[in-house]
């Protein structure tokens, strides 16, 4: 169980899923923490790093082949299917990739599937997220102002947790 203060009532004792359809505390906040180790389970936030991944790399055109190797390979050592050793190779590609890419939104993509491959997988899915929402936020309104260029980073995040939702409901099926 989960105890945050803040936007929730003294006493109060509910879970991660829970807490993350708070409406009234900030999508920033909600993500924050459920990326904080305990939270989550690891499976769950690397196999949601990989999404935010995948996301921004949908974003640019011809992303680096090593970054979406680097996707590929995080999502099967989520699921048990990659080594360690596997998800280092696939971090030096990737980090390979990120410095040969060029500015702006291609670049930030890059760099989020360098995270993804991070070992620890709630690094990998706070880092992965918030560069992702960059991407999507550069992508919807490049050097426009700055107005437009957060309410796509707002719309961004908000997709993300809603997402994640999504995710942690479906485990609780299973379960």
Not at 37 to 43: E, F, L
Not at 63 to 84: F, K
Not at 147 to 157: E, L, S
């Amino acid at each position: 169980m989960v105890h945050p203060g803040g936007f929730i009532p003294e006493g109060w004792v509910g879970t991660m899923l829970d807490i993350l359809k708070i409406d009234a505390c900030p999508v920033e906040d909600r993500l924050w923490l459920a990326c904080r180790k305990g939270c989550i389970d690891d499976r769950t936030l690397r196999l949601f790093a990989v999404r935010c991944a995948r996301q921004a790399l949908r974003l640019v055109d011809n992303p680096d082949p090593r970054s979406v190797v680097a996707c590929d390979v995080a999502e099967r050592y989520a699921l048990g299917a990659a080594t360690s050793q596997e998800l280092a190779a696939a971090m030096t590609a990737a980090v390979e990739a990120a410095w040969n890419s060029a500015m702006g939104a291609a670049k930030a993509a890059a760099w989020a599937a360098v995270w993804v491959t991070a070992e620890a997988a709630t690094r990998a899915a706070d880092w992965t997220s918030r560069i992702a929402a960059e991407v999507a936020a550069w992508s919807a309104a490049g050097d426009a102002d700055w107005a437009a260029w957060a309410a796509a980073w707002a719309a961004a995040r908000e997709s993300q947790i809603k997402h994640l939702i999504a995710m942690l409901e479906a485990d609780d099926r299973k379960s």
